[in-house]
């Protein structure tokens, strides 16, 4: 896995959504489990989903959070026009209205 790749992410998080569609389809599979194997499937479940959910985390810790930023324009004539709009539709303190 190398940080000029996303594939490592996409097969994590692949793994990660897989457990929670086996989660899903063991709970509409098992509507009242009664035995001790019904149980234990679902705990074999809920480790593996563990397992992949630690490993995508240490791999973020590994190759870095990639941060991004965006910048958008302020318009000031909006700015300027929302001012207007409050001085005009705003009741001062203690008005009643």
Same mark, same amino acid.
């Given at each position: 896995?190398?940080?000029?790749?996303?594939?490592? !992410?996409? &097969?994590?998080?692949?793994?990660?959504?897989?457990? =929670? /569609?086996?989660?899903?389809? @063991?709970?509409?599979?098992?509507?009242?489990?009664?035995?001790?194997?019904?149980?234990?499937?679902?705990?074999?479940?809920?480790? !593996?989903? &563990?397992?992949?959910?630690?490993?995508?985390?240490? =791999? /973020?810790?590994?190759?870095? @959070?990639?941060?991004?930023?965006?910048?958008?324009?302020?318009?000031?004539?909006?700015?300027?026009?929302?001012?207007?709009?409050?001085?005009?539709?705003?009741?001062?303190?203690?008005?009643?209205?």
């Amino acid at each position: 896995m190398t940080n000029n790749t996303d594939s490592w !992410k996409i &097969k994590f998080r692949s793994m990660i959504r897989k457990q =929670n /569609i086996n989660m899903l389809a @063991w709970q509409e599979n098992n509507p009242n489990p009664q035995t001790e194997e019904e149980f234990n499937g679902l705990l074999f479940i809920l480790g !593996k989903l &563990k397992d992949n959910v630690q490993s995508y985390c240490e =791999n /973020i810790r590994q190759y870095g @959070w990639e941060k991004h930023s965006t910048t958008i324009p302020l318009n000031e004539s909006k700015l300027l026009e929302h001012d207007k709009w409050l001085e005009e539709n705003q009741h001062p303190e203690g008005s009643g209205s």
